[in-house]
Every structure is written in C-alpha cells, then in structure tokens.
C-alpha cells in the first residue's frame, strides 16, 4: 500500500485535519512546525508526483524534479527561507 505524504503531514501535526488546514499555517511558526514533521520524512518513502504535489501546494507554485530527493531537499530549503524571512 502506498503511502500518502498528505496524509502523513496532517496527521503529525497538531491542530490540523484536512489538506487546506496546511495553508492556515503560513507565518514562522506554522513553517517551523511543517519543517520539522518534514525534515522527519524519508523521501524514498513517497512517490515523485507526491513531492510534487506537497511542494506545489505548501509553497503555492508550480514546481518540477527528476528525483524525490531533490524535491525533499527543495521543499525543506523553501521552507528555511521562508522562516528566515518571516523572522
């Protein structure tokens, strides 16, 4: 059975139990809390079109990668920046 990186974000998250409750956490805390249950993610754990698809739609653009760890580590800088910026 695949498993389902959506999933698995919400459901190690506190406070969040639907897909759109990820948008709800935009500002450094709501990234620092995303970062870490990410950071905590193995990405051969999840399929390329899923790391597409978590990117696209936590950092609101459309995004492309040849391998599922170059969209992890993608992901994980994205969100880095944005919290040093929202700091």
């Not at 990117?55 to 040849?66: A, D, G, Q, T």
């Not at 760890?69 to 919290?83: C, D, V």
């Amino acid at each position: 059975m695949e498993k389902d990186i959506f999933e698995d974000i919400i459901n190690s998250l506190e406070d969040c139990n639907y897909i759109s409750d990820l948008r709800t956490m935009l500002g450094s805390q709501g990234y620092l809390r995303l970062l870490q249950v990410i950071e905590n993610l193995r990405y051969d754990d999840y399929t390329l079109n899923q790391w597409c698809e978590i990117s696209e739609y936590i950092l609101m653009k459309n995004v492309e990668f040849k391998s599922n760890q170059e969209a992890y580590e993608y992901l994980i800088n994205e969100l880095k920046k944005s919290i040093s910026l929202l700091q």
